[in-house]
């Protein structure tokens, strides 16, 4: 048998399809879209709302300046989040150090650590590449051993 937490048991409570079905519909979010309907900005609001119903704090509907502003600063962060995730998904066929300079680049608050770990290992990878092109491979006839 599940055992729930009084948590989970205020969010079963409160939550079901026909609320937010409801909530959508007076918002006049009609699609059959399933990505389109729960990524939406009124999506983002009746989650909020379910959370602090199921915590059994009051909620408040934002008046139509707050929606609007939020609306905005909703669809705003949703564009930067695709740009970065297109810069990434572009990057999925380079090369690794290719890929960290680009998740490096799009995150600017962890400082340069990652940009200096992705160049290091960058030229340690071509310095490697270089030192292995100067072995001549047919002198090392079928057996190959590494001094440790």
């Known amino acids: 048998m599940d055992s729930f937490t009084p948590q989970r048991l205020a969010q079963l409570r409160c939550g079901g399809n026909r609320p ?9 979010i009609i699609t059959t ?4 309907k729960y990524n939406s900005f009124e999506a983002s609001l009746y989650r909020e709302k379910f959370a602090a119903e199921a915590a059994g704090q009051s909620w408040r509907h934002p008046t139509a300046a707050e929606f609007q502003q939020r609306r905005v600063q909703f669809d705003q962060e949703n564009a930067a989040r695709a740009a970065r995730l297109a810069q990434i998904g572009s990057m999925s066929m380079s090369s690794p150090a290719a890929q960290m300079n680009a998740r490096a680049g799009a995150r600017k608050d962890d400082g340069d650590f990652l940009g200096a770990l992705s160049d290091g290992f960058s030229k340690l990878t071509a310095a490697a590449r270089d030192k292995l092109s100067t072995i001549d491979t047919a002198s090392l006839g079928d057996e190959v051993s590494f001094n440790r």
């Open 20 to 28: 937010f079905l409801q909530w959508m519909k007076k918002h006049n």
């Open 33 to 36: 879209s399933i990505k389109e």
